[in-house]
């Protein structure tokens, strides 16, 4: 209230300063059970890691008698052989995951990016993998591959072909859980793609047809790069799940045989609850919890940068308005 | 340069026709303007011409060639898209040398032919810019440069010019009208502006609904329309309708009676009635002249200008030569030739 005669109530004002500041911080009021919830759920949880990611604990010990060990845990596991091995196994994994999902799903979606009756029907068939707990996954693909019984070896036998160690064989059982992580998320790469395709702008495409683009040279000059945006995102979201997966391999292989199919996360279910070194496998999960927070801020400043971008263009177009 | 001819060319949507047995022949070289109202499948037939848009029924010929179901780019053909089309993820050069670098050609000879090419429509400055920087009649220039930098037999426009000032429309419209002396292509331009249509088509396609309405070159349609709906559309201010009967070697209406030239309205039905359209520039201002006229409102546009006012009870526009303003309020004496007197059928709205 500056200047001139003040017609609101109060009159008084102390009381109008207080009550102004009382109005700023209404919002903060409302939202403050929200953040509540939010830090008592989220961050306590992760305190209790990283503070147990410093001890050495058992589970038979209550935390407050663990032993503290500074970085131990850390230094300890850079030169664990195991632990380094799950790291390799986890990246190969997500890396060949990633880019089979990405080239199958992709091709897919260009391919059926088409006004076919029936279509909707197929594209709903196509989705159903996605739609069934990982556990129920890991159980089918572990009776398709089973060595005597399973499908692909019966199919491989009929055809008077050797039967394949699956999951048996170190050599194959890394290949194997590819397939069924493969088989489990393409459809979510198709999807996204499948949207990003549907809304491009259908007169570029025509008017590259008119300009003598072949339907190759329109997917790769055209639609590709159009889709780029979303194909980055959609890539980033895979991988940072890529890194979390448990449960279809657990059921599948349970890490083995060997180390051959032992990601990072269930070697810290092992260390767990096997070695019962709950110090080491919080140490772990922060690792993980690094590497896909990583990824997460590689995908957040690749959306402020488009961000940012967009704006600039916005800007110079209301300029060449203007001029 | 071929000639392009349509064969009874059909189109429908889902269950609606919305073109039914067209048929047109393109005389090789020539420019032709399609206009008519929205909505009267100007695109429709263009996009087919391309090949971007299924043909129903009929075929379509390019230099003797069936190309009905040809893929556009086997039809050697270039367009300008009503809305733009642009490539948003390349730069102005980028989008007008598209079509250039699919055809591998050499790397200098595509930057001359862009920077020729934007030179011409004064895009030099933003080259290196994407379309969601330019403004909206920017992106239409890029539109046109992405189809003239092409050497196509034949240059499809779905308005091109219809985002730009008057200003602007006005130079492209020249710059079109010398480009076409230029090169002798086929070129195929739709437009619902008539002055367009008028200043730069050899001729002149009129449509309504789906189905042609006259074809000719832009005199004949001004000056012998072959039914009412092209004769309302051509010419600006439009033509002026109103009714009448024949009788004696007359054509007589409220507030006018007018006298035929010998061996017209041959074909009025037997009681005579007749609809007389008459343009504003067919009146003139003549002392002896039998029509008299109280002006409701007065345009002054310099050396003439449009007066309303009304012939009976109906609505007249009238352009005069003016030597200075007419008042509001004033009466003329006006006169009009007889070979200027349009008549149409009242029913059939044929010209009589
Ligand atoms: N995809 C479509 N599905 C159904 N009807 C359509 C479709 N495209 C066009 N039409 C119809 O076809 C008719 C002709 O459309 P067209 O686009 O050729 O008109 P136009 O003469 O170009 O009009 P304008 O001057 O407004 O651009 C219209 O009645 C329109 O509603
Ligand atoms: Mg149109």
């Given at each position: 209230?500056?200047?001139?005669?003040?017609?609101?109530?109060?009159?008084?004002?102390?009381?109008?300063?207080?009550r102004?500041?009382?109005?700023?911080?209404?919002?903060?009021?409302?939202?403050?059970?929200?953040?509540?919830?939010?830090?008592?759920?989220?961050?306590?949880?992760?305190?209790?890691?990283?503070?147990?990611?410093?001890?050495?604990?058992?589970?038979?010990?209550r935390?407050?008698?663990a032993?503290?060990?500074?970085?131990?845990?850390?230094?300890?596991?850079?030169?664990?052989?195991?632990?380094?091995?799950?790291?390799?196994?986890?990246?190969?994994?997500?890396?060949?995951?990633?880019?089979?999902?990405?080239?199958?799903?992709?091709?897919?979606?260009?391919?059926?990016?088409?006004?076919?009756?029936?279509?909707?029907?197929?594209r709903?068939?196509?989705?159903?993998?996605?739609?069934?707990?990982?556990?129920?996954?890991?159980?089918?693909?572990?009776?398709?591959?089973?060595?005597?019984?399973?499908?692909?070896?019966?199919?491989?036998?009929?055809?008077?072909?050797?039967?394949?160690?699956?999951?048996?064989?170190?050599?194959?059982a890394?290949?194997?859980?590819?397939?069924?992580?493969?088989?489990?998320?393409?459809p979510?790469?198709?999807?996204?793609?499948?949207?990003?395709?549907?809304?491009?702008?259908?007169?570029?495409?025509?008017?590259?047809?008119?300009?003598?683009?072949?339907?190759?040279?329109?997917?790769?000059?055209?639609?590709?790069?159009?889709?780029?945006?979303?194909?980055?995102?959609?890539?980033?979201?895979?991988?940072?799940?890529?890194?979390?997966?448990?449960?279809?391999?657990?059921?599948?292989?349970?890490?083995?045989?060997?180390?051959?199919?032992?990601?990072?996360?269930?070697?810290?279910?092992?260390?767990?609850?096997?070695?019962?070194?709950?110090?080491?496998?919080?140490?772990?999960?922060?690792?993980?919890?690094?590497?896909?927070?990583?990824?997460?801020?590689?995908?957040?400043?690749?959306?402020?940068?488009?961000?940012?971008?967009?704006?600039?263009?916005?800007?110079?177009?209301?300029?060449?308005?203007?001029? | 340069?071929?000639?392009?001819?349509?064969?009874?060319?059909r189109?429908?949507?889902?269950?609606?026709?919305?073109?039914?047995?067209?048929?047109l022949?393109?005389?090789?070289?020539?420019?032709?303007?399609?206009?008519?109202?929205?909505?009267?499948?100007?695109?429709?037939?263009?996009?087919?011409?391309?090949?971007?848009?299924?043909?129903?029924?009929?075929?379509i010929?390019?230099?003797?060639?069936?190309?009905?179901?040809?893929?556009?780019?086997?039809?050697?053909?270039?367009?300008?898209?009503?809305?733009?089309?642009?490539?948003?993820?390349?730069?102005?050069?980028?989008?007008?040398?598209?079509?250039?670098?699919?055809?591998?050609?050499?790397?200098?000879?595509?930057?001359?032919?862009?920077?020729?090419?934007?030179?011409?429509?004064?895009?030099t400055?933003?080259?290196?810019?994407?379309?969601?920087?330019?403004?909206?009649?920017?992106?239409?220039?890029?539109?046109?440069?992405?189809?003239?930098?092409?050497?196509?037999?034949?240059?499809?426009?779905?308005?091109?010019?219809?985002?730009l000032?008057?200003?602007?429309?006005?130079?492209?419209?020249?710059?079109?009208?010398?480009?076409?002396?230029?090169?002798?292509?086929?070129?195929?331009?739709?437009?619902?502006?008539?002055?367009?249509?008028?200043?730069?088509?050899?001729?002149?396609?009129?449509?309504?609904?789906g189905?042609?309405?006259?074809?000719?070159?832009?005199?004949?349609?001004?000056?012998?329309?072959?039914?009412?709906?092209?004769?309302?559309?051509?010419?600006?201010?439009?033509?002026?309708?109103?009714?009448?009967?024949?009788?004696?070697?007359?054509?007589?209406?409220?507030?006018?009676?007018?006298?035929?030239?010998?061996?017209?309205?041959?074909?009025?039905?037997?009681?005579?009635?007749?609809?007389?359209?008459?343009?504003?520039?067919?009146?003139?201002?003549?002392?002896?002249?039998?029509?008299?006229?109280?002006v409701?409102?007065?345009?002054y546009?310099?050396?003439?200008?449009?007066?309303?006012?009304?012939?009976?009870?109906?609505?007249?526009?009238?352009?005069?030569?003016?030597?200075?303003?007419?008042?509001?309020?004033?009466?003329?004496?006006?006169?009009?030739?007889?070979?200027?007197?349009?008549?149409?059928?009242?029913?059939?709205?044929?010209?009589?």
């Amino acid at each position: 209230m500056r200047g001139g005669p003040a017609h609101t109530l109060p009159k008084d004002p102390l009381m109008a300063t207080a009550r102004r500041r009382a109005n700023r911080l209404t919002p903060y009021l409302f939202v403050a059970p929200a953040l509540l919830v939010l830090a008592v759920g989220l961050l306590y949880p992760i305190g209790y890691m990283v503070w147990a990611s410093f001890l050495d604990w058992s589970p038979s010990q209550r935390i407050g008698e663990a032993e503290f060990v500074g970085m131990r845990n850390y230094v300890g596991l850079l030169g664990d052989a195991s632990f380094q091995e799950s790291v390799r196994v986890t990246l190969v994994f997500a890396a060949a995951v990633v880019s089979i999902e990405m080239v199958l799903g992709v091709g897919l979606a260009l391919l059926l990016d088409r006004q076919i009756r029936g279509m909707s029907l197929l594209r709903t068939v196509f989705i159903l993998p996605m739609m069934i707990a990982p556990i129920v996954v890991g159980l089918i693909w572990r009776y398709m591959y089973h060595p005597s019984v399973g499908v692909f070896n019966r199919t491989l036998e009929s055809w008077g072909l050797e039967p394949i160690p699956w999951l048996s064989s170190p050599d194959w059982a890394l290949a194997s859980v590819i397939i069924a992580d493969v088989w489990q998320w393409t459809p979510f790469v198709f999807i996204l793609s499948l949207a990003a395709l549907q809304s491009l702008p259908r007169s570029a495409l025509e008017a590259a047809r008119v300009d003598g683009a072949s339907e190759w040279q329109q997917v790769w000059h055209i639609k590709l790069p159009l889709m780029l945006p979303v194909l980055i995102v959609t890539a980033l979201l895979r991988l940072i799940d890529a890194f979390k997966v448990l449960e279809v391999i657990l059921v599948m292989t349970n890490g083995g045989p060997g180390l051959s199919t032992e990601i990072v996360s269930l070697r810290i279910q092992r260390t767990v609850a096997e070695f019962r070194q709950l110090g080491t496998g919080a140490a772990m999960s922060i690792y993980l919890l690094l590497i896909v927070l990583v990824l997460t801020v590689a995908m957040f400043l690749f959306g402020k940068w488009r961000e940012g971008r967009d704006a600039r263009v916005r800007a110079r177009a209301a300029e060449a308005e203007a001029a | 340069m071929p000639v392009i001819e349509l064969e009874n060319l059909r189109k429908d949507y889902g269950g609606a026709t919305v073109m039914e047995g067209l048929d047109l022949t393109m005389e090789d070289g020539e420019f032709t303007v399609l206009v008519g109202p929205s909505g009267c499948g100007k695109s429709t037939t263009l996009r087919m011409i391309a090949g971007l848009e299924d043909v129903t029924d009929g075929r379509i010929l390019i230099g003797g060639r069936d190309v009905t179901d040809l893929d556009p780019k086997e039809r050697d053909l270039a367009m300008v898209f009503q809305d733009y089309a642009l490539y948003p993820h390349m730069n102005v050069a980028r989008n007008m040398s598209f079509a250039l670098r699919l055809q591998r050609m050499d790397k200098a000879e595509i930057d001359r032919r862009v920077r020729d090419v934007a030179e011409v429509l004064g895009l030099t400055d933003y080259l290196g810019r994407k379309p969601a920087a330019l403004s909206g009649g920017q992106r239409q220039r890029v539109a046109m440069g992405r189809a003239l930098v092409r050497d196509a037999s034949t240059f499809l426009f779905d308005e091109p010019l219809s985002n730009l000032d008057a200003k602007l429309r006005g130079q492209m419209r020249a710059e079109l009208a010398e480009t076409r002396q230029r090169v002798e292509k086929n070129m195929i331009y739709v437009t619902h502006d008539q002055v367009e249509a008028m200043t730069l088509g050899d001729r002149i396609v009129v449509m309504r609904a789906g189905r042609i309405m006259q074809v000719g070159t832009p005199e004949e349609l001004f000056r012998r329309p072959r039914n009412l709906f092209v004769a309302g559309f051509i010419g600006s201010p439009p033509m002026n309708f109103l009714p009448g009967r024949i009788e004696e070697g007359r054509v007589v209406g409220e507030g006018f009676a007018l006298p035929l030239g010998p061996g017209r309205a041959g074909g009025a039905a037997p009681s005579g009635a007749v609809t007389v359209g008459l343009r504003p520039s067919a009146f003139r201002r003549a002392a002896d002249g039998d029509i008299p006229f109280r002006v409701e409102i007065s345009e002054y546009l310099g050396a003439t200008s449009v007066l309303v006012g009304r012939l009976g009870t109906a609505r007249v526009q009238v352009e005069v030569d003016t030597p200075a303003p007419v008042r509001v309020g004033e009466t003329l004496q006006l006169g009009v030739d007889p070979d200027q007197l349009h008549l149409f059928d009242p029913q059939t709205e044929a010209a009589l």
